[in-house]
């Protein structure tokens, strides 16, 4: 029976580091966020600045780990046996929940995700345990359960997200006000001060949440009790002095100071704080058998009052984990996921979208604009010139959304805000004893000062909100799903823990694997040399010689989708049918690429290249019409094989084919010709119009006739006519795409 709980403990350790590797991978973004974004320094100092806060925050972090061990459920209600059932559960649903999250590329709360894990886990096995016992009804859930603990954590969690968001927005338009996009001319007379209170803010974070659970937290709180007010005075008034000379000296914007210190501070915090997600659980697991292995007591009967009392720290234990933090920061690609989220919801200028808007999107950003537009006038003019002034060049120049991803996503008066207001408000709350996530709080705050910094305008506003709709709904959605799922698990393991520990790791494994290939795939995704490319070109003959391969690169995937269409329809098979319609979905994104890169485009262009932009236009236009029509031919046939129709008469199904022939031959030709540059060859291509044409009227003469004699399925001359006049069209589009193309090339 030892040896059971021996491999348990064994396999709490394990899971304890893959904990760790996610939980790290999904909680960077709370410190590299504002760094990353503005790009103060290169991505390798700013992970060096983390690495070391996380570091000496994770060696500190001792006092912590008591949370896993007492905070959600009263230890002493439970036996050994239970206690690392509870623990084996929790350790694994926390692991999957998450890398589903990294998976996705959304932020979420390490802390919400293991409380309510525990919670879960915890209360399905108190129910087990009344329902075994005599006299006991769910009112003795409070004997095993810290229901007031799990109360103030769900109205943390809402108080910190609404909190945050406000102050954030606040502090940002204060200080955007005051200062201005062009910062500089007014950084000589305000910075000093800026410097001394948001240097102030984060060194008092640092000492309060960021050493809190240290040795040497209880020494210096000591010095605070009472004095916080003239020690915030005196600190601002020394760092105030200090950002003065450090610019008169160094020549150097004091912002450069304030992230460097808040990163650190936020990287200290979190591995302080947060540690105790990953290792707290397979911790307090190890000392639970600790304690039961010397009293040779039945695991089944030995209470876990030992949990109640304060357990010295393992510095090995802790010295470990911090460098497993530290790598997982250095290689973890998931982390990159995650912070390309956040950064992309809070980027300055225009970027890749990564969130549709949604009917709440809408609605607020609709009810904002109102508000927006009422204010204004009540306002007077002189206040509404005042603030368009200050805000005035938010978009200093106009790049495209490719070029934003490698340009700095907002400016360090926003990243200096973000880290000062973060670590104010994780401290007053750490100082007041309030529950509340990390991650909610600096996510929000930098969300906030987004808004009020107007980089969600009219021309992203709905993309941004829903974006932080859906990572807020992915909050809820974390505390419900662990506490579900650890409460399934552990159900299912005190079932008979031999069979279904190992059956649920080896699940957990599978699961771990497979996002990890899922993830490599979406993030390593090779681009397609059949991809559609912007036009970089400023003259006429350059957006010509560009656009020659995505003429030929659309011609040829149009053949290969017509080809599986044919093929589907005369194997009946759905799955060709399918992938012919994702080839189009793709195909048509890219267009749709195109088209949104107009704008710039044109902006790019020659002043003597203006006829290269309504060649630029007549080109999409035909693209776009190629897409719509091969969309609507690969749905309905689609929709036809999916619904078991009758399949069409072979003879439909050979006119069918002769046209994918007749097209296959085209594009080949097609390929020879642009490959060669032989542009002066395309007359013989569009010769071939006529032949196309007659060709396709005969056949649908042909069934015309058919149906007034012999046919007998509405369904199949459906089908057919709707495919044979798509083709029309779309073969029409592509005689006019290469005619425009010719007579194009031949003007210049």
Excluded: C
Excluded at 291 to 309: C, H, N, R, Y
Excluded at 325 to 351: E, P, Y
């Amino acid at each position: 029976m030892e040896n059971v709980y021996l491999l348990m403990l064994v396999t709490l350790a394990l899971l304890a580091i893959i904990d760790i590797v996610v939980g790290v991978s999904n909680d960077a973004i709370n410190f590299l966020n504002s760094a990353v974004g503005s790009k103060v320094f290169s991505f390798r100092t700013i992970m060096i600045i983390s690495s070391i806060g996380i570091f000496v925050g994770a060696v500190y972090s001792s006092g912590m780990m008591e949370v896993a061990r007492k905070g959600i459920f009263n230890p002493g209600s439970f036996y050994f046996d239970e206690i690392m059932m509870v623990f084996m559960a929790v350790i694994m649903t926390d692991i999957l929940l998450l890398d589903f999250f990294n998976t996705l590329g959304l932020p979420t709360s390490t802390t919400v995700s293991i409380v309510f894990n525990l919670l879960g886990a915890a209360i399905v096995m108190s129910l087990i345990k009344i329902g075994e016992t005599q006299g006991q009804n769910l009112s003795d859930l409070e004997y095993y359960i810290n229901i007031e603990k799990a109360t103030m954590i769900i109205s943390g969690i809402l108080l910190s997200v609404i909190i945050a968001f406000s102050i954030g927005a606040l502090v940002q338009w204060v200080s955007r006000l005051i200062f201005t996009f062009q910062f500089e001319k007014k950084i000589k007379s305000f910075g000093p001060i800026f410097g001394g209170i948001a240097l102030t803010a984060i060194t008092y974070f640092i000492l309060i949440k960021g050493l809190k659970g240290s040795p040497y937290y209880n020494d210096l709180v000591g010095y605070f009790i009472d004095k916080d007010f003239l020690i915030i005075i005196v600190s601002i008034i020394i760092f105030s002095i200090f950002s003065h000379f450090y610019q008169v000296l160094t020549k150097k914007s004091i912002f450069v100071i304030i992230i460097a210190m808040g990163t650190f501070g936020l990287a200290l915090a979190f591995a302080g704080n947060d540690l105790v997600n990953f290792i707290g659980v397979s911790m307090a697991a190890y000392h639970s058998y600790e304690a039961w292995s010397i009293s040779g007591i039945d695991p089944t009967l030995f209470s876990m009052d030992v949990l109640e009392k304060k357990v010295p720290a393992e510095p090995l234990l802790l010295f470990l984990a911090g460098g497993i933090m530290v790598v997982t920061l250095w290689f973890s690609k998931k982390a990159r996921s995650v912070l390309d989220t956040t950064i992309g919801l809070s980027r300055q200028t225009v970027t890749h979208e990564k969130f549709q808007p949604n009917f709440f999107s809408r609605a607020l950003v609709g009810s904002s604009f109102w508000l927006s537009s009422k204010i204004n006038k009540i306002l007077p003019k002189s206040v509404q010139y005042k603030i368009e002034s200050s805000f005035k060049g938010s978009s200093k120049e106009l790049i495209n959304k490719d070029q934003s991803i490698n340009a700095p996503a907002f400016d360090m008066i926003r990243a200096s805000v973000n880290l000062m207001v973060a670590g104010v408000l994780i401290s007053i709350a750490t100082s007041m004893k309030l529950p509340l996530s990390t991650t909610y709080v600096t996510f929000m705050v930098a969300m906030g000062t987004s808004l009020s910094d107007k980089a969600w305008g009219r021309e992203s506003a709905v993309y941004r909100v829903a974006g932080v709709i859906n990572v807020i709904i992915g909050w809820f959605l974390t505390a419900l799903g662990a506490l579900l799922a650890s409460g399934v698990v552990v159900f299912l393991i005190n079932w008979n823990k031999e069979v279904m520990i190992p059956i649920m790791l080896i699940i957990t494994f599978i699961i771990l694997t497979r996002n990890f290939l899922y993830h490599r795939q979406t993030r390593n995704r090779i681009i397609d040399s059949r991809s559609l490319k912007k036009s970089e070109s400023k003259t006429v003959q350059g957006i010509i010689e560009e656009s020659s391969d995505n003429i030929n690169n659309v011609i040829f995937r149009s053949n290969k989708i017509y080809k599986l269409v044919v093929g589907g329809l005369i194997k009946e098979d759905s799955e060709m049918l399918k992938k012919a319609k994702k080839g189009v979905k793709k195909l048509d994104s890219e267009i749709e690429e195109l088209r949104d890169n107009i704008f710039y485009f044109i902006k790019n262009l020659d002043e003597t290249s203006v006829r290269g932009s309504n060649f630029y236009m007549i080109i999409l236009s035909y693209l776009t019409d190629i897409a719509q029509s091969l969309g609507y031919i690969s749905a309905k046939s689609f929709k036809h094989v999916k619904n078991h129709h009758k399949k069409l008469k072979n003879k439909q199904l050979k006119d069918l084919t002769e046209i994918e022939e007749s097209m296959d031959r085209l594009s080949r030709e097609m390929a020879n010709i642009f490959k060669d540059r032989r542009f002066n060859s395309l007359n013989i291509i569009i010769a071939q119009q006529n032949k196309f044409f007659l060709n396709i009227k005969e056949k649908i003469d042909s069934q015309i006739e058919r149906t007034r004699t012999d046919e007998s399925s509405p369904k199949n001359t459906t089908l057919y006519f709707n495919i044979i006049l798509e083709t029309k069209d779309l073969i029409k589009s592509i005689f006019n795409l290469i005619e425009e193309y010719s007579l194009s090339y031949k003007k210049e």
